[in-house]
C-alpha cells in the first residue's frame, strides 16, 4: 500500500522561499530611485526630479503584491490548479524582466519619458536623465526567482499533490489505517501489530473502529462469536 506522503513534502517550500524573495525585492526596487531628470525652463532655477520604481514602473509593486497572494494560492492548491498558478507566476516574472533589462541596456530611459513621469511643465526642457543600475537589477534578480518559483510549481509531479490532498481527508486516512493493520496483522499472524506501525496510523484505525492492539485470533474470534 501507498503509504501518506509526509507532512513537509505536501507544501513546495523552495517554491514558496523564491516567491517571498521576488517579491521583497521587487518592493525593495520600488523604493529606490531608478531615473534622475534634469531640466531647466529657462525661467526658474535648474530642477532636479529623483523618480523611484514605484513611478518608473508603475506596476512594480502591485507585482510584488500578486506574488505574497500567490504563496496563499499554493497552500490552498494541490494538482493541477497549482501547476496553473506556477504557469501565471512565469508569465508575471517575464513581464516584470521587461523594464529592469530596457534600462540596463539603455533603451528604457527616453527624455521625453523621463519629463512626461517628472511632471515637467510644457517649457520646460531635459538637460540629462542619469539611469540608476542597481534597482534595475534587483528588479531582474526578482523576476528570475519568481520564474523559477513558477517552474518548480509547474513541474510539480501531480500523483504526489494528489496522494498529499487524500491524505489531508480524515476519511481516506481512517480507511488506509484500517486496511494497513489488517494487512499487518495477516503477515504477523497471532501478535499484535501496535508496535509496527506509526502512531497516527495507530490512532486512525482506532478512530475507524479497528483496535491494533488485539492479536488476529482474538478478532477473528471476536467477530465469528455469536451475540446475545
Do not use: C, H
Not at 94 to 108: M, S, Y
Not at 195 to 200: H, P
Not at 217 to 225: I, L
Amino acid at each position: 500500500m501507498t503509504e501518506p506522503v509526509p507532512a513537509k513534502g505536501r507544501y513546495p517550500v523552495g517554491a514558496i522561499a523564491l516567491l517571498a524573495i521576488a517579491a521583497a525585492l521587487m518592493w525593495g526596487a520600488s523604493r529606490m530611485t531608478w531615473v534622475t531628470v534634469s531640466s531647466s525652463d529657462g525661467l526658474a532655477e535648474p530642477r532636479t526630479d529623483a523618480l523611484n520604481g514605484g513611478v518608473w514602473f508603475g506596476a512594480l509593486t502591485p507585482l510584488a503584491l500578486v506574488l505574497l497572494a500567490s504563496i496563499a494560492a499554493v497552500l490552498a492548491t494541490r494538482g493541477w490548479p497549482r501547476r496553473v498558478i506556477g504557469v501565471l507566476i512565469a508569465l508575471v516574472a517575464a513581464v516584470t524582466a521587461v523594464p529592469g533589462f530596457a534600462l540596463l541596456i539603455g533603451k528604457g530611459a527616453t527624455p521625453e519619458r523621463a519629463g512626461a513621469l517628472a511632471e515637467l511643465p510644457g517649457r520646460a526642457t531635459v538637460t540629462e536623465v542619469v539611469t540608476a543600475p542597481f534597482p534595475a537589477a534587483l528588479t531582474l534578480i526578482a523576476a528570475l526567482a519568481a520564474f523559477a518559483a513558477g517552474v518548480l510549481l509547474a513541474r510539480m509531479p501531480e500523483q504526489t499533490a494528489r496522494l498529499s490532498g487524500k491524505y489531508d481527508n480524515p476519511v481516506f486516512r481512517k480507511a488506509a489505517a484500517t486496511e494497513q493493520v489488517t494487512k499487518q496483522r495477516a503477515g504477523t499472524g497471532q501478535e499484535p501489530v501496535s508496535g509496527k506501525l506509526s502512531e497516527r496510523v495507530l490512532w486512525d484505525a482506532i478512530d475507524a473502529g479497528t483496535d491494533p492492539t488485539e492479536d488476529g485470533g482474538s478478532a477473528e474470534q471476536s467477530e465469528t462469536q455469536p451475540r446475545r
